[in-house]
């Protein structure tokens, strides 16, 4: 069944109503027809069956038949603080966190960074994340889009870090997995968690420095050197599994 996100102004009393690009998709590439069911979310984890009753020229009229309980968000919210990557590779760190289940996504200006965002140009990049990290909510049937930050420096990451209940920290310097596994069974009670990826290259030494001189957890994810696209989708690939298992245990 196809999946669309609205706005929660989008839902009146039992009828929602789908505009702009999410209507066009479904009237001129799906040609979708009345009658037809899909599943609206609200980007809210409250999801809708819905029945479409009208097609207009520039909406569409839903009938809203049940609402659905939604079990498939992770109990923690994870946030990636990701240094920014050459070329593309940010669309495809996007694509597959927001699959495996990140909360949100912050860009770090980081000084091994290679790629240097102005204001404009980090705009532009960040409705681009955004279009890509609905694309992957729709598709892994999210219950939320996933948000894309503007990039930050740094000390700003640091700030936002304060607010986490648990961070993590992949390092290659980081001693063995017995440390990692003794954090990865200790996730309960972690409502907000962070994960902090460096980019090609690495922390610079003042980076991990400052991120050791915190409470954030030094981690290591194996013997192998992990690509900067591919640290992140391991560790929170692990973090779901645990998130799950706990969840079911419950």
Sequence with gaps: MYRFFVEPSQVKDNHILVEGADMNHMKHVLRMRVGDVVTISDGQQKDYRCIIKTIMEEEILLDIETVVPTTNELLSKISLFQGIPKKDKMEWIIQKTVELGIWEIIPVKMKRCVVKLDD???????????????????????????????????????????KMDLVLVPYENAEGMAYT???????????????????????????????????????????????????????????MIQIEEDNDGN
Aim: proline share 3%; no cysteine.
């Design 181 to 239: 596994r003794t954090i990865l069974g200790q996730l309960k009670g972690a409502k907000n968690i962070g994960i902090v990826i460096g980019p090609e290259g690495g922390f610079d030494q003042e980076e991990i420095n400052h991120l050791m001189a915190t409470e954030a957890k030094i981690i290591s994810l194996g013997r192998r050197i992990l690509r900067t696209e591919t640290a992140g989708m391991t560790l929170l690939a692990n973090l």
């Design 120 to 162: 404009k140009t980090a705009g532009k990049k960040v409705e681009r994340w955004e279009a890509i990290s609905e694309a992957a909510a729709k598709q892994s049937k999210r219950s939320i889009i996933p948000t894309i930050q503007l990039p930050v420096g740094f000390k700003d990451m640091m700030k936002q870090l304060e």
